[in-house]
C-alpha cells in the first residue's frame, strides 16, 4: 500500500517518540531524568523547528516541486547554520571554515546539477518555497538545540523533543492516519516503515543529538554535503 505524506509523518513521529519513551522508562539511570523547567520555552522551540515544521514543510515541498529543487534548496544548508550560530551562539566565522563550506556546496551543487538542470517553473515555486522553509527550521533547529543537546541525555531530548513534535503534527495528519489500510500492507510496506522510523528518523535524529554534544552546530550541518554523494 502507498502512504500519503501526513500519514508518513504520522508514524515516524509517532513511532520515533515511542523508540525513545521505550528506551528512557526501561533503563533505571535514564528514568530519573528530568529537563528543568528555564529550558522548556527552549526544547518546544527545538521540537517545533526539528521535528513539527521540518517534517511537515518538506514533505509538503516535495509533493510539490522536483528532489532535485529539494536537493540544491538544502545544500545552503551549512550556510545557514553558519550564519545562526554566529548571530545566536557568536560562534566565529574563519576564513578556512566558511571555504570549505563554499566548496562543499560547490562540489553539492555540480553533482546535483550534473544532467538535472534546475527547474523554477510556476508550478514548482509553491514546493520551493516549502523546502525554504523547511531548510531554514532545521538550520535554525541545529543552532537553537544546541545548548540543550550539550546539558542533556540525547535519548531524554529525543523522547521530549517527538512528544511535543508529535502533538504540533496530530491536528495536520490525524485526519489522513485514520484512513490508513494496514490489511493492505505488504512485506515490503511494512519493511519500508520500519526503515523509516528506524533507520532515517530515530537512528537519524539520535547520531545528531549525539554528536551536537560534541561538535559545533556548524561542522554537523557540513556532513549535508556527503548526501549527494551517497546518493550518486
Avoid: C
Wanted: aromatic share 14%; hydrophobic share 55%.
Amino acid at each position: 500500500g502507498h502512504l500519503l505524506p501526513m500519514q508518513i509523518i504520522f508514524l515516524r513521529v509517532l513511532g520515533t517518540f515511542v523508540i525513545a519513551w521505550g528506551i528512557q522508562v526501561s533503563i533505571k539511570e535514564l528514568r530519573i531524568l528530568k529537563i528543568e523547567r528555564a529550558d522548556y520555552p527552549r526544547l518546544i522551540l527545538s521540537s517545533l523547528l526539528g521535528v513539527a515544521i521540518n517534517q511537515m514543510m518538506f514533505f509538503t515541498g516535495l509533493n510539490h516541486t522536483t528532489p532535485v529543487d529539494a536537493a540544491i534548496i538544502n545544500s545552503v544548508n551549512p550556510i545557514l547554520v553558519l550564519v545562526f550560530a554566529a548571530w545566536i551562539l557568536k560562534e566565529r566565522i574563519g576564513i578556512s571554515r566558511l571555504g570549505g563550506i563554499l566548496l562543499g556546496a560547490a562540489g553539492a551543487l555540480m553533482l546535483i546539477l550534473l544532467g538535472n538542470p534546475l527547474s523554477l517553473e510556476g508550478g514548482n515555486l509553491t514546493g520551493d518555497m516549502y523546502i525554504i522553509v523547511n531548510t531554514a527550521s532545521w538550520s535554525l533547529y541545529l543552532v537553537v538545540s544546541k545548548p540543550l543537546m550539550v546539558k542533556y541525555n540525547p535519548i531524554m531530548m529525543m523522547r521530549w523533543m517527538f512528544l511535543i513534535g508529535f502533538i504540533a503534527v496530530f491536528p495536520f495528519s490525524v485526519e489522513q492516519a485514520l484512513e490508513i489500510d494496514f490489511s493492505s500492507f505488504d512485506s515490503f510496506t511494512w519493511f519500508s516503515i520500519l526503515y523509516i522510523i528506524i533507520g532515517t528518523t530515530f537512528m537519524a535524529y539520535f547520531f545528531i543529538t549525539y554528536s551536537l554534544k560534541r561538535l559545533s552546530s556548524s561542522v554537523v550541518a557540513y556532513y549535508t554535503y556527503i548526501q549527494p554523494v551517497l546518493v550518486a
